[in-house]
């Protein structure tokens, strides 16, 4: 066992579980064996190549299949296109409250193998992490909560509410496939009063846990505004005034320096209330008087540049990322044009804001177009529903030193189409700090903290879904 101040809460947390309501029997279960099952899945999930593009997540939905046969828990693969499907699987409650959805998805992001140290497909363990493309986004959700429900089955666990899982494709950019198709053709698979995905973290500097992070909200990403600067082409001896790189370069420099305004809802005001409670007193200073007209000019200053993550969740961003335009250094072209990153709030009027941009750009050489895509807009999940109540409770009792923060994910995530169609969308997450290698290079996940996490859903599923012995079956 390990005397790290992560091993010792493990242990602690154990103890404690003694009393999860509607188990089966007196003693918890062997969490360290829980999470040794939750890395060999993890190793072979990694090991199955569904980098998106193409995905063949059908592999990786093939294999839970087979886990999930072999533990008798029924499951269905479900798809719109036969290499990319979903998997369904369900242990059913009594019928009394409706179900909990645990989803996570298969697909992972492309790498560059040159700027890996290890196989980034080879599952390798070193030094207490277990390394590979999609070991923390998000195949080590998905096989914490296989292990749950494993966990949930073998154990007999009385539920008063259905348990599904969901392994999702399409995740990172191409959800036609995925979560569109299983919510426009099989809501009746996944529809559920709540649901937990990815989209939190477990905050442990120094090995210490301190801050239990839950999306309950996400911006929305608008994608394909783009600024598109016209003129007249020409020879590059001879400068235009209408020359199209000109003027796309000051509208981009506008915009670059721009802030929407700050608005906050109840989660953002409640992680910035709760943060201030665990901050140094300057940091805290910040979160408290944020909406203090003496002060708040200056802090928006101060977390622009220091915080940027905090900021934000403040207000709708927008970044230009990509710049395209000429083919000749002596030519004048006709056109450049300008990609902007824009992640809207959720309450965001897309109208209005295409009119500030084109009134902050004021040019008419360059056009403001529409966004090509965007995931749906939806009221946060709530803060006093029965499903954060058993977040904060399970925080408090495997890790009470700690604090429970909602947070509004400035990223996107499939919770976005259950929270529009009515679920209670939660996004929980592990261990993860600043070398996690998300989407980037080596990535990897904590092995002990891959355990507590198992521990934490399943005790945070039981808390919420457990009947007692004596409710129907």
Do not use: C
């Amino acid at each position: 066992m390990s005397t790290t101040p992560l091993g010792r809460l493990g242990l602690v947390a154990g103890i404690l579980a003694v009393g999860l309501a509607g188990s089966p029997t007196a003693q918890p279960p062997d969490f360290e064996q829980a999470r040794d099952d939750a890395v060999e899945l993890l190793q072979a999930l990694v090991r199955i190549d569904t980098r998106s593009p193409p995905g063949n997540e059908t592999l990786a939905a093939e294999y839970l299949k087979t886990v999930l046969d072999e533990a008798d828990i029924p499951s269905k693969m479900l798809s719109l296109d036969p290499t990319r499907a979903n998997l369904v699987a369900r242990l059913e409650g009594n019928g009394s409250k409706r179900p909990i959805l645990l989803m996570a998805h298969t697909d992972v992001v492309g790498i560059e193998r040159e700027n890996w140290t290890v196989d980034p497909f080879g599952g390798v363990i070193r030094d207490g992490h277990l390394w590979g493309r999609g070991a923390s986004d998000d195949k080590g959700q998905l096989a914490a909560m296989v292990q749950v429900m494993l966990l949930l089955h073998r154990r007999q666990v009385p539920l008063a509410r259905d348990v599904i899982l969901l392994a999702e494709s399409g995740e990172e950019g191409t959800t036609e496939v995925g979560i569109d198709f299983m919510v426009a053709r099989h809501w009746n698979e996944i529809d559920a009063e709540f649901a937990l995905n990815e989209g939190g973290r477990v905050g442990a500097p120094d090995g210490t846990v301190e801050t239990v992070t839950i999306a309950t909200t996400e911006k929305v990403p608008w994608r394909g505004i783009k600024l598109v600067a016209r003129g007249t082409a020409g020879h590059g001896s001879a400068p235009r005034l209408d020359n199209p790189i000109v003027h796309l370069a000051a509208a981009v420099a506008k915009v670059g320096a721009y802030q929407s305004p700050m608005r906050l809802n109840e989660t953002t005001r409640a992680y910035l209330e709760r943060l201030a409670t665990i901050s140094p007193p300057d940091v805290a200073f910040w979160y408290r008087n944020l909406e203090n007209p003496r002060f708040s000019e200056m802090i928006q200053a101060q977390l622009r540049e220091a915080d940027i993550a905090t900021n934000s969740m403040l207000r709708t961003s927008i970044s230009p990322n990509i710049i395209t335009g000429g083919f000749r250094r002596n030519v004048i072209p006709a056109e450049a044009e300008a990609e902007l990153d824009v992640r809207a709030l959720p309450d965001e009027d897309l109208d209005q804001f295409l009119t500030t941009l084109r009134d902050l750009i004021d040019d008419p050489a360059v056009e403001v177009t529409a966004p090509t895509s965007m995931r749906p807009a939806a009221p946060p999940s709530r803060l006093d529903s029965e499903m954060f109540h058993a977040l904060e409770q399970v925080q408090q009792e495997m890790f009470p030193d700690a604090v429970t923060v909602p947070t509004m994910l400035v990223a996107a995530t499939d919770s976005a189409q259950l929270r529009a169609n009515g679920i209670q969308a939660y996004g929980v997450g592990m261990i993860r700090d600043d070398l996690s290698g998300v989407h980037g290079n080596d990535e990897r996940i904590s092995i002990e903290g891959l355990g507590l996490f198992v521990e934490y859903l399943y005790r945070v599923v039981v808390e919420v879904a457990g009947a007692s012995e004596a409710a129907p079956r």
